[in-house]
């Protein structure tokens, strides 16, 4: 599988796409100052809410930050030391962030308030031996570390590893004496290069393409510090804004915001998101494949299947997932195809699956990661606020009229501004009521009324 990473650096957000063969596998927006998982913040505690056995803590953003199991050890006013653990998913909730920082690398994890040595269960039984072996002779007092998967590409040589524990060590140093010199709450430190970047670094065979000569640079000193070869990094600040149009992601992420999804044989997929759940109605559509009707049922939900599971991945959906598919009578062509979704999941470790439920519907999960697609290409409508609908300009118009009765009878019988559509006003102007009424109209995309 070829991978490349295209970064877009403009002036007001940056933007990665994942590309898989291709295809728009995953993708990112973040604002230049917009919180992200990893940085660290200098807090003060507002309250402590022993019934949740946490507390909120400022750091400096709109919305208070939630520190979990955090009862019995601050109190309110306390200073402390925090950093971002999650991205809050809604609007209405703040950053959860946690006490014990972790400072990841490509080959360990340093977590210096929290000692121990711990190895990733991915690598085989002999080499989480070697490595935590290694890992104990070099493990500073009062610290841990966490032995990350891609021990297994050093080989013989642990000199990269060493490189990295003490470049590890002196960034967590730099931060806490940042730390101590600050009395304010807010952000400490901002990394230079991200996470999904940082990830990619490691990868042989991979590509990263930037449109950004400074980006460029600092990913590629980034990746000297490992060590080790990893993906090649391709200058593309020539083609400035457009970088994305070669690899057509932008076309892709417009079919991605779709209500309806097509498959290759014809048939497709209805969207429906809530903020509980997200729900997918399987349909056979336009699909004349020859078979038995169990047969092309199957069919058609393996298509929708690996359909499903790559657009929940590039829409970085969250939480539970309804797949409405075409019934199948035979409980081996069920079986046949929760096979096919395991197999497809091992792309994307956040999804697990949950069965199939005897009204036939496949049940998955999927871990909230940050914020969806959706949320991070669309604002809500000011007019139909999110809902889809707008009301109908009928019911808009009596809505005015009984107002301004109501107005009127409470002795307010001076004039009125009304902010209306177009359709609006037109109702109004042939609406006997308002021929003794005083009254100006302006067009407004929400209805307003007020006294002149």
Aim: aromatic content about 6%.
């Amino acid at each position: 599988m070829i991978r490349k990473l295209i970064v877009d650096v403009g002036p007001f957000e940056t933007r990665y796409a994942l590309l898989e063969d291709g295809r728009l596998a995953e993708y990112e927006s973040q604002l230049p100052d917009a919180p992200v998982p990893e940085q660290f913040y200098r807090g003060k505690v507002l309250r402590v809410v022993p019934s949740l056995d946490a507390a909120f803590v400022d750091i400096g953003e709109a919305l208070p930050a939630f520190l979990p199991h955090a009862d019995h050890r601050y109190r309110q006013g306390d200073r402390c030391l925090v950093q971002a653990e999650a991205i809050p998913t809604t609007e209405t909730k703040g950053i959860r962030v946690t006490d014990l920082p972790q400072l990841t690398g490509h080959y360990l994890v340093l977590t210096p308030q929290s000692p121990g040595v711990h190895v990733s269960k991915k690598l085989p039984e002999r080499e989480q031996a070697e490595a935590k072996a290694y890992a104990l002779t070099r493990c500073p007092d009062g610290s841990g570390l966490i032995v990350r998967t891609d021990w297994q590409t050093l080989e013989g040589d642990k000199t990269p590893f060493d490189h990295e524990l003490s470049r590890l060590l002196s960034k967590w140093e730099e931060i806490r004496k940042m730390a101590e010199q600050s009395y304010t709450p807010g952000l400490l430190s901002v990394s230079t290069v991200p996470q999904r970047c940082r990830s990619m670094l490691c990868q042989p065979g991979a590509e990263i393409h930037v449109n950004s000569s400074e980006f460029a640079e600092a990913l590629i000193a980034e990746q000297s510090l490992t060590g080790t070869e990893g993906a090649r990094i391709f200058d593309d600040s020539a083609d400035g804004p457009l970088i994305f149009d070669p690899y057509q992601i932008d076309e892709q992420l417009e079919k991605a915001g779709r209500r309806r999804i097509w498959l290759k044989s014809g048939g497709f997929l209805v969207v429906d998101q809530t903020e509980a759940f997200t729900v997918y109605d399987v349909n056979s559509g336009r699909d004349e494949r020859k078979g038995s009707p169990d047969e092309k049922a199957l069919a058609v939900n393996l298509e929708a299947a690996e359909m499903v599971l790559q657009h929940i991945r590039l829409c970085n959906m969250g939480g539970i997932i309804l797949v409405d598919l075409i019934d199948m009578d035979r409980q081996a062509r069920r079986e046949q195809l929760l096979e096919f979704v395991r197999s497809r999941m091992k792309l994307d470790p956040a999804v697990h699956e949950e069965g199939i439920t005897s009204l036939g519907i496949l049940q998955l999960t999927r871990k909230r990661t940050g914020l969806p697609l959706y949320r991070q290409i669309r604002t809500a409508c000011s007019v139909c606020q999110g809902t889809g609908s707008l009301p109908d300009a009928r019911q808009t118009e009596g809505e005015i009229r009984r107002t301004v009765a109501r107005r009127l009878r409470a002795g307010q019988e001076s004039g009125y501004r009304i902010g209306c559509s177009r359709e609006v006003q037109e109702l109004i102007r042939k609406d006997p009521f308002f021929e003794n009424v005083q009254f100006s109209l302006h067009s407004e995309r929400n209805y307003s009324l007020s006294s002149q």
